[in-house]
């Protein structure tokens, strides 16, 4: 089955910027729709964004559109997020997940079959 590994977290300031990396430990995932997801201290776990498997068909929460960047390079197994414009409730653990059945259209977390251990991202004001 596919591992995924998240990097790339870590502190900034609000208003800075981050680069996540999905990598995963397969070719096959170059067929999956991906997704990133976060979660909040006594939160739950919520839909950022997805990507299918050829990079054209994507879509972003409300909350995110327009300060982040879902790309990916096959060739590498990665995935990226390019998070701009941060602010301090985009703090949470960001995880990585996929998918070989779901379309980028389901942002539900049940719709993904694999998961990596996610990577703490934390906003200062």
């Known amino acids: 089955q596919v591992q995924l590994v998240e990097s790339g977290g870590g502190l900034v300031q609000a208003g800075g910027s981050l680069r996540l990396s999905c990598l995963a430990s397969e070719r096959t995932f170059s067929r999956y729709t991906v997704g990133w997801f976060r979660q909040a201290p006594g939160k739950e776990r919520e839909f950022v964004v997805t990507?299918?498997?050829?990079?054209?068909?994507?879509r972003y929460a409300d909350s995110v559109k327009g300060r982040f960047t879902i790309s990916r390079d096959n060739a590498k197994n990665t995935v990226y997020l390019q998070m701009n414009s941060l602010k301090p409730e985009d703090t949470a653990v960001y995880y990585c997940a996929a998918s070989s059945t779901a379309t980028f259209w389901d942002t539900r977390t049940n719709e993904y079959d694999y998961w990596g251990q996610g990577t703490q991202v934390t906003v200062s004001s």
């Open positions: 990507i299918n498997w050829s990079g054209l068909g994507t």
